[in-house]
């Protein structure tokens, strides 16, 4: 299987909170969220906003993980990390990435997500969006939100690319 085959068939399933949400990325940047019955009822927006963070991380990780996984089964060699900094670009690339802001906001502004430098997460849920959107719409939101922070996240990784090595 070629390597971008591998990339496209990935499906990153997290869950935290003691399994009463769960993540899962496919198809390079949809992500469905769910929740186990009754938990979306019962639960604070901020407390909710925490555990959707430690979503994002472990989402992220695990993404991470079958990616290097992916590179080492194409390449038949053993790959667990990014090729070593070499010189003067490399190392402003790699600098100005860890300080990339990328955000993405649900269609209706009810759910927000900003990363930086894919470390630093944060998820704010609007004033009255768990009383106003119910389980399946909150989900939607979620994983419209998602998918505007990673095609940020995309776009602003091709940018720096590009201003760095022309």
Same mark, same amino acid.
């Given at each position: 299987?070629?390597?971008?085959?591998?990339?496209?068939?990935?499906?990153?399933?997290?869950?935290?909170?003691?399994?009463?949400?769960?993540?899962?990325?496919? @198809? @390079? @940047?949809?992500?469905?969220?769910? %929740?186990?019955?009754? %938990?979306?009822?019962?639960?604070?927006?901020?407390?909710?906003?925490?555990?959707?963070?430690?979503?994002?991380?472990?989402?992220?990780?695990?993404?991470?993980?079958?990616?290097?996984?992916?590179?080492?089964?194409?390449?038949?060699? /053993?790959?667990?990390?990014?090729?070593?900094?070499?010189?003067?670009?490399?190392?402003?690339?790699?600098?100005?990435?860890?300080?990339?802001?990328?955000?993405?906001?649900?269609?209706?502004?009810?759910?927000?997500?900003?990363?930086?430098?894919?470390?630093?997460?944060?998820?704010?849920?609007?004033? @009255?969006?768990?009383? /106003?959107?119910?389980?399946?719409? %909150?989900?939607?939101?979620?994983?419209?939100?998602?998918?505007?922070?990673?095609?940020?996240? %995309?776009?602003?990784?091709?940018?720096?690319?590009?201003?760095?090595?022309?």
């Amino acid at each position: 299987m070629r390597l971008s085959e591998a990339l496209n068939r990935m499906r990153v399933r997290v869950s935290v909170a003691g399994g009463s949400i769960t993540g899962e990325l496919y @198809d @390079d @940047d949809r992500v469905d969220l769910s %929740f186990a019955p009754g %938990f979306y009822g019962l639960v604070a927006a901020s407390v909710l906003e925490g555990h959707l963070v430690s979503l994002a991380r472990e989402m992220h990780a695990e993404y991470v993980r079958q990616y290097f996984r992916a590179l080492s089964v194409a390449y038949e060699r /053993t790959i667990t990390k990014e090729p070593a900094v070499i010189g003067r670009q490399d190392r402003e690339y790699t600098e100005r990435r860890q300080s990339l802001v990328a955000e993405g906001r649900s269609a209706r502004g009810q759910i927000t997500i900003t990363v930086r430098g894919m470390q630093s997460w944060q998820v704010r849920i609007g004033r @009255d969006a768990l009383r /106003t959107l119910d389980e399946r719409q %909150f989900s939607l939101a979620f994983g419209e939100a998602a998918q505007a922070l990673i095609r940020d996240q %995309f776009a602003g990784i091709r940018a720096l690319k590009e201003q760095v090595y022309g």
